[in-house]
């Protein structure tokens, strides 16, 4: 079966500091990777694709940034982040028109 | 994408059955629908998908009419661990990369 990964699980991190999220999607090869933000009390917005290694697509302007360097790992990165980046980062992944998403990463930006 | 509008809120009691409508007047030929389910600081979880028609699994059954239109996501006999945010959705198609545009959802309350 597949399993899909994210870590660290909960994040504090300071204004003007690196970012590095990592998800990992196990039992399936070349899937499509997702990367959503969802702020307290919202929708999930979406903030890359990925339908293959080194391609990625972005949907919002940010200081963020996306990368898949192996076939099951999408990464999201910052240099440096803004109070505004808080929020609940989910990566999902999808063998087809449905998406199965991992556990989240909760970002604090104090 | 198409876009998708449902009710922002809904309250039931536990045992009673739950409809959640959702319109997609938009919805491409090649687009499927798709239900999630939130609870807090969780991801969103797969529900159930059609494409017309009637679609019924273990959790929940999901009406499609003809035109495509809207669906109807029917929650039989709800209990108070119900309560959460359901996502309506369509996409997935091969021509958009299975991009989902998630829209504010529908907060379900289920009541004892």
């Known amino acids: 079966s597949q399993t899909i990964h994210q870590w660290p699980a909960t994040l504090v991190q300071p204004v003007g500091s690196p970012l590095s999220l990592e998800c990992t999607v196990e039992?399936?090869?070349?899937?499509?990777l997702y990367w959503y933000r969802q702020a307290a009390g919202r929708g999930l917005q979406l903030l890359f694709y990925?339908?293959?290694?080194?391609?990625i697509s972005s949907e919002v302007p940010q200081n963020l940034s996306a990368s898949r360097p192996q076939d099951r790992q999408f990464i999201l990165s910052s240099k440096k982040l803004l109070l505004s980046d808080s929020g609940f980062y989910l990566c999902?992944?999808?063998?087809?028109?449905?998406?199965?998403f991992g556990p989240g990463t909760r970002l604090t930006v104090t | 994408l198409a876009k998708t509008t449902q009710p922002i809120s809904m309250d039931s009691y536990e045992g009673q059955e739950v409809n959640i409508t959702c319109s997609h007047n938009?919805?491409?030929?090649?687009?499927?629908i798709t239900w999630y389910q939130q609870f807090p600081s969780q991801g969103p979880r797969f529900i159930i998908q059609g494409y017309k028609t009637k679609v019924t699994n273990e959790v929940a059954s999901l009406f499609i009419p003809a035109d495509r239109k809207s669906s109807t996501l029917s929650l039989p006999r709800v209990s108070l661990s119900d309560t959460a945010v359901y996502y309506c959705l369509v996409g997935g198609g091969s021509s958009n990369t299975g991009k989902l545009i998630f829209g504010q959802g529908t907060t379900l309350q289920v009541k004892p």
């Open positions: 938009n919805i491409a030929t090649n687009d499927y």
């Open positions: 999902a992944w999808s063998p087809g028109p449905e998406q199965y």
């Open positions: 039992g399936t090869s070349n899937p499509n």
């Open positions: 990925s339908v293959g290694i080194g391609q």
